[in-house]
């Protein structure tokens, strides 16, 4: 498709200084394209949690973003431990983030919870030991 | 009432008000868990927290927050301080309790 406007970012490990950079990128992208700030709002809260959580958990990884008119979709991968149960770290509170990562204000358990409310599409797919995709996509309406 | 006006009234301290001081705040929201402030902050809020580390300025603008203020005194550290420069979020911190901040911007609304 002719108008498909496609970007990568790469979030490093450890680094909180750069976190949000990919989704603040993003966001401004999407201003300039005239997308609502509803619809932006989604994309920059679940880029950004996803971003948080590749800092805190993965060892970072890369981002792929594909716009179109109709839909935004986002495919955050990293060569992290895995997530071991899907099913738990989706429940509003649950978290294995450290003290240090809390006293950041994060680790409140909600990171993959805000990432499906803010979504219509959310995928993981996870290998212990290997690593995890989370594929995101906010459609247009 | 505009952010300006806010901090003239509740006598809150400037530590990043070079821009979009003009902005019309219409609501206010306390928080420190950024998560919970990232689904429950709604644009132009004044957003009260006791948080001041880098993360504070890129949740106030994915949010779309009209102001922060910084509770209790306590202090928006110097990575967080440019990035609020960088993102053009006005930032003010106040030596009263989020609890007297919320009631005095209540009265501004």
Known sequence: ?141 | MTVKEIADRLKLKAVCAEENTERTVTGCYIGDLLSLVMSKAQSGDAWITIQGNINVPAVASLTDCAMVIIAENMQLDSAALSRAKQEGIPVYTSEKSAFDLACGIKECL
Request: net charge negative; hydrophobic share 40%.
């Open chain 1, 1 to 141: 498709m002719a108008d498909t406007m496609k970007l990568h970012y790469t979030v490093d490990a450890d680094d909180f200084t750069v976190a949000g950079e990919a989704s603040g990128a993003v966001k401004k992208v999407l201003k300039q394209l005239g997308f609502s700030s509803d619809i932006i709002r989604k994309v920059a809260v679940a880029m950004y949690e996803c971003e948080i959580n590749m800092v805190i958990h993965a060892d970072g990884g890369v981002i792929d973003v594909e716009i179109t008119p109709e839909k935004i979709r986002m495919i955050h991968s990293d060569k992290g431990p895995g997530i071991k149960d899907i099913e738990k770290a989706m429940q509003e509170g649950f978290s294995t983030a450290d003290e240090k990562v809390r006293e950041l204000g994060f680790g409140a358990g909600m990171g993959l919870p805000n990432m499906k409310r803010y979504t219509d599409e959310m995928n993981i797919t996870t290998k212990i030991g290997e690593g995890t995709v989370v594929d995101m996509t906010v459609y247009v309406k």
